[in-house]
Nanobody, 129 residues
Framework: QVQVAESGGGLVQPGGSLRLSCAAS????????VGWFRQAPRQEREFVSA??????????HYADGLKGRSTISRDKDTNAVYLQMNSLRPENTAAYYC????????????????????WGQGTQVTVSS
């Protein structure tokens, strides 16, 4: 049974930074995809970023609104995945969820949360002065 846990959320002022962490326990993946999604009150869940790996390589993907302000990375030794978010704005306020799939999702699939197998409980990010 894979368990996913996020951490690193909190309150930050506009223009500030946060680093979210995602840890998956219960299994070691030789290939896979870790995605970050977020959901603000009264809004639909939306894709934030993803990292897929396998076969000796990896790819990273970002939603258009976060390109240039976010970096997703993975620690191969621990399987932890990090999402560094910079220049945060009030509209980035949401619950951020980490999700894991044990396959290297293709580009057309990783944007859709329905393709992921395991989800964390979420971590709240609030951007406010």
């Amino acid at each position: 049974q894979v368990q996913v846990a996020e951490s690193g959320g909190g309150l930050v002022q506009p223009g500030g930074s946060l680093r979210l962490s995602c840890a998956a326990s219960g299994r070691t993946f030789s290939r896979g995809t870790v995605g970050w999604f977020r959901q603000a009150p009264r809004q639909e869940r939306e894709f934030v970023s993803a990292l897929s790996w396998g076969g000796g390589g990896y790819n990273t993907h970002y939603a258009d609104g976060l390109k240039g302000r976010s970096t997703i990375s993975r620690d191969k030794d621990t399987n932890a995945v990090y999402l560094q978010m910079n220049s945060l704005r009030p509209e980035n306020t949401a619950a951020y969820y980490c999700t894991v799939d044990n396959s290297r999702l293709i580009l057309s699939s990783l944007w859709d949360g329905e393709h992921y197998d395991h989800w964390g409980q979420g971590t709240q990010v609030t951007v406010s002065s």
